[in-house]
């Protein structure tokens, strides 16, 4: 069955592409039923090579549980591969998630932050340099495949409605995907994004 359907989802998104589509999304999940894509960039990598025009936006990588250096090469090359068609979503994906990489959940919000910013480091500077964090530890870093998109491809952060994930793509100028949430506090949501942006010093999108 597992066959079947991931070979019927890339003829949908061929089909997708061919008739204009403007962008295919994907994601990764674990130790999940309802969703049976563990890896978002083998999808992607895939999508790349069944389509030609539409951007592929993989919402998202959960960066915090995966080594930042590799995820950032991976990222990197599938921008190549793609022509500079990738939108990269970061997310912090959920509890059982975290438990299942053998992490505490308590962590995730500090190691989702320092992966962010070391995957940035390695697509803007080159190395070789060190990185010394809080939870990643490389003592050297030397990324050679970089993106064709300068400075960098976009970065989205989906969510589920944490102010504090607001406050912080606000302050990096990243578009904020609020999921599985009332009007209502979508709303309340995207008045806390457009005052922290103002703060930040730049007037956000639609």
């Given at each position: 069955?597992?066959?079947?359907?991931?070979?019927?989802?890339?003829?949908?998104?061929?089909?997708?592409?061919?008739?204009?589509?403007?962008?295919?999304?994907?994601?990764?999940?674990?130790?999940?039923?309802?969703?049976?894509?563990?890896?978002?960039?083998?999808?992607?990598?895939?999508?790349?090579?069944?389509?030609?025009?539409?951007?592929?936006?993989?919402?998202?990588?959960?960066?915090?549980?995966?080594?930042?250096v590799k995820m950032a090469e991976e990222l990197a090359m599938l921008d190549c591969i793609s022509g500079g068609r990738l939108i990269s979503g970061f997310v912090r994906g959920t509890a059982v998630e975290t438990l299942h990489a053998g992490i505490s959940?308590?962590?995730?919000?500090?190691?989702?932050?320092?992966?962010?910013?070391?995957?940035?480091?390695?697509?803007?500077?080159?190395?070789?340099?060190?990185?010394?964090?809080?939870?990643?530890?490389?003592?050297?870093?030397?990324?050679?495949?970089?993106?064709?998109?300068?400075?960098?491809?976009?970065?989205?952060?989906?969510?589920?409605?944490?102010?504090?994930?607001?406050?912080?793509?606000?302050?990096?100028?990243?578009?904020?995907?609020?999921?599985?949430?009332?009007?209502?506090?979508?709303?309340?949501?995207?008045?806390?994004?457009?005052?922290?942006?103002?703060?930040?010093?730049?007037?956000?999108?639609?």
């Amino acid at each position: 069955k597992a066959h079947v359907l991931y070979n019927n989802y890339h003829d949908q998104y061929a089909l997708a592409d061919e008739v204009g589509f403007d962008g295919i999304m994907t994601n990764e999940h674990h130790s999940a039923y309802w969703c049976m894509k563990p890896s978002a960039n083998i999808d992607g990598a895939v999508i790349a090579k069944v389509t030609k025009r539409a951007k592929i936006a993989l919402l998202g990588n959960v960066i915090a549980l995966n080594d930042p250096v590799k995820m950032a090469e991976e990222l990197a090359m599938l921008d190549c591969i793609s022509g500079g068609r990738l939108i990269s979503g970061f997310v912090r994906g959920t509890a059982v998630e975290t438990l299942h990489a053998g992490i505490s959940p308590t962590e995730n919000r500090g190691r989702f932050e320092e992966a962010h910013d070391l995957i940035l480091k390695c697509w803007t500077e080159p190395g070789p340099f060190r990185w010394e964090g809080e939870y990643f530890h490389h003592r050297m870093v030397n990324p050679w495949v970089v993106p064709i998109q300068k400075p960098r491809p976009d970065i989205w952060f989906p969510g589920t409605g944490s102010p504090e994930s607001v406050v912080w793509a606000a302050k990096h100028g990243h578009p904020y995907m609020n999921l599985q949430v009332i009007r209502g506090q979508t709303e309340w949501l995207k008045d806390i994004y457009i005052q922290t942006a103002r703060e930040a010093g730049y007037t956000p999108g639609p």
